[in-house]
T-cell receptor, first 112, second 111 residues
Framework: AQSVTQPDIHITVSEGASLELRCNYS??????LFWYVQSPGQGLQLLLK??????LVQGIKGFEAEFKRSQSSFNLRKPSVHWSDAAEYFC??????????FGKGTKLSVIP | DAGVIQSPRHEVTEMGQEVTLRCKPI?????LFWYRQTMMRGLELLIY????????DSGMPEDRFSAKMPNASFSTLKIQPSEPRDSAVYFC?????????FGPGTRLTVT
């Protein structure tokens, strides 16, 4: 069965610092991978996705993620965090059909 | 496009009452998903539809929950009777080509 692990429940970074959020997945076939962001009181917004091809994918809001098959990882990165990036981030993997399996989320706090 | 639309945004009801949550997916999307989000359990898939047909309802917690999609532009999630443990944020998402787009959610409080 597919699963997604986000090992960090809560991360705090200073504004302007770099960010990396970790995501590990378990899935028997070629995964489709996603990162979503949820601001307080809002729905989830798609940041980026990986289906195939270049393992470094660019998303909205200056985010990028790198797919590493050997490590079963799909970590999200941003070179310089802005205060508006404070939110909860969810990694997800396509679960065979059209379902997505989501991780538990990582809450990001940004110190001014 | 206005995105996925959900109503109401907030619902407060008493235990035992019927609750109906509504969703309008993005036009042209052929999949629709209902999720529930709580602090304890995170984001849970309840049911999803393809071309208005329910495909997998194994996530529906019990018979008190039911969902319908009478046409491509409307779906409902009904809880009857509601219980305090149903308090959560319920999201609807629609999808085309594997990308899911979420609505703003309905925050349900059952007292």
């Amino acid at each position: 069965a597919q699963s997604v692990t986000q090992p960090d429940i809560h991360i705090t970074v200073s504004e302007g610092a770099s960010l990396e959020l970790r995501c590990n997945y378990s899935y028997g076939a070629t995964p489709y991978l996603f990162w979503y962001v949820q601001s307080p009181g809002q729905g989830l917004q798609l940041l980026l996705k990986y289906f195939s091809g270049d393992t470094l994918v660019q998303g909205i809001k200056g985010f990028e993620a790198e797919f590493k098959r050997s490590q079963s990882s799909f970590n999200l990165r941003k070179p310089s965090v802005h205060w508006s990036d404070a939110a909860e981030y969810f990694c997800a993997v396509r679960a065979g059909s059209y379902q997505l399996t989501f991780g538990k989320g990582t809450k990001l706090s940004v110190i001014p | 496009d206005a995105g996925v639309i959900q109503s109401p945004r907030h619902e407060v009801t008493e235990m035992g009452q019927e609750v109906t949550l509504r969703c309008k997916p993005i036009s042209g999307h052929d999949y629709l998903f209902w999720y529930r989000q709580t602090m304890m359990r995170g984001l849970e898939l309840l049911i999803y539809f393809n071309n208005n047909v329910p495909i997998d309802d194994s996530g529906m917690p019990e018979d008190r929950f039911s969902a319908k999609m009478p046409n491509a532009s409307f779906s409902t999630l009904k809880i009857q009777p509601s219980e305090p443990r149903d308090s959560a944020v319920y999201f609807c998402a629609s999808s085309f080509n594997y990308e899911q787009y979420f609505g703003p959610g309905t925050r349900l409080t059952v007292t």
